[in-house]
């Protein structure tokens, strides 16, 4: 009975984990560029379970969970056109390359502004690297050539800046963007970037799969909790029982 209680204990807390990681990923379906995180769940004595954010799996009996790590999908989101001359996609590998206040930082997302001196920016301020640095812009007005060159009136003036790590070595400092772990090596320049002006890569989560897990998880963690209170009034009675002994 006390290992029962355990089991549904991890259980819940493993429904938990699992709805605060798919909360996360459906508050950010409308973020460009946002890569949605998958939750590991380890049974006890199996090994681990398909790395994915439902917690169940094929098993011969109840048995504890054990809640894992979290994995990013580097999946690729739907590119969509936006008619926005400040929007680049890259349909092919590679990140877009961003200085920000706490180092390099790598994103997919490609919805860019232009400041009042007309460097390049990401909508959080970030400064989007070219091959000559931060890139600038006279008057705002450019356009982006399929392999990233940066034309003023028909004039090259730089080029896009496009990375291609290795996504083990990537982690995520916030929304859309990535940053390397402290051992990770420079990331090597993308071999096969295709850039599209006017278009932007869209999140890859799936609003409507998210809300779907979202339901399930929740009446899992419900039937959970009836478990755990029904085993906690088995424990009371057969104490009290014991006790009348």
Not at 158 to 164: A, E, G, N, P
Not at 178 to 186: T, Y
């Amino acid at each position: 009975m006390i290992s029962g209680l355990y089991t549904a204990a991890s259980g819940l807390m493993a429904q938990m984990a699992k709805m605060e990681t798919l909360s996360q990923n459906l508050a950010n379906a409308g973020t460009s560029g946002f890569k949605g995180d998958l939750l590991v769940v380890e049974g006890a004595g199996r090994g681990p379970l398909q790395p994915a954010l439902l917690v169940e799996g094929p098993a011969a009996g109840p048995q504890p969970v054990r809640i894992g790590r979290r994995v990013t999908d580097f999946g690729r989101g739907l590119i969509r056109e936006t008619q926005n001359p400040l929007d680049v996609a890259n349909s092919g590998s590679g990140y877009f390359v961003v200085q920000t206040p706490q180092g390099m930082g790598y994103t997919r997302a490609g919805n860019f502004a232009v400041d009042a001196k007309g460097y390049l920016r990401t909508p959080d301020g970030g400064s989007v690297q070219g091959k000559k640095g931060a890139i600038q812009v006279p008057n705002g007005r450019f356009s982006v050539d399929g392999s990233g060159r940066i034309l003023v009136e028909g004039r090259e003036v730089d080029r896009l800046q496009i990375v291609d790590p290795d996504p083990t070595t990537l982690v995520r400092k916030d929304g859309s963007l990535f940053g390397l772990k402290p051992s990770a090596p420079e990331p090597p320049a993308a071999k096969t970037a295709e850039i599209r002006q006017g278009f932007l890569e869209a999140s890859n989560v799936d609003p409507v799969g998210v809300m779907t897990q979202l339901m399930v998880s929740l009446r899992a963690s419900e039937a959970y909790q009836r478990a755990i209170h029904a085993l906690d009034q088995s424990l009371n009675q057969a104490a009290s029982e014991l006790g009348r002994i």
